[in-house]
């Protein structure tokens, strides 16, 4: 069973920036490739970006490609998304999930609680 804790999301002002984490409770995220995801309302979850097991390879959807970077930090055990030029149409619940194998396999689906990413002027 795997545990996480998203974090990091707020409300902003179109153009600005956040830096959302995911932290593993329990487990190494550094075992797994990890996906960030996002759930607008009224649509479905979403995987928007994946970082490979060892970090050398990363995924972007095409609406986040050049604004969003995905990270690791080994040494806090999480996985950061940096947002940057932020658009109304990011409005999401934001979440993690790590994968069975590499980013373009399956995942565990366990999920945590979100973190809430509000853009309005």
């Known amino acids: 069973q795997f545990e996480f804790v998203e974090s990091g999301g707020g409300l902003v002002q179109p153009g600005e920036s956040l830096r959302l984490s995911c932290a593993g409770s329990g487990f190494s995220l550094s075992y797994y490739a990890v996906g960030w995801f996002r759930q607008a309302p009224g649509k479905e979850r979403t995987r928007i970006s994946c970082?490979?097991?060892?970090?050398?390879?990363?995924y972007y959807r095409d609406p986040v490609k050049g604004r969003f970077t995905i990270s690791r930090d080994i040494a806090k055990n999480t996985v950061d998304l940096q947002m940057d030029s932020l658009k109304p149409e990011d409005t999401a619940v934001y979440y993690c999930a790590v994968y069975t194998g590499d980013c373009s396999g399956s995942i565990y689906d366990y999920w945590g609680q979100g973190t809430q990413v509000t853009v309005s002027s």
């Open positions: 970082i490979s097991r060892d970090g050398t390879g990363t």
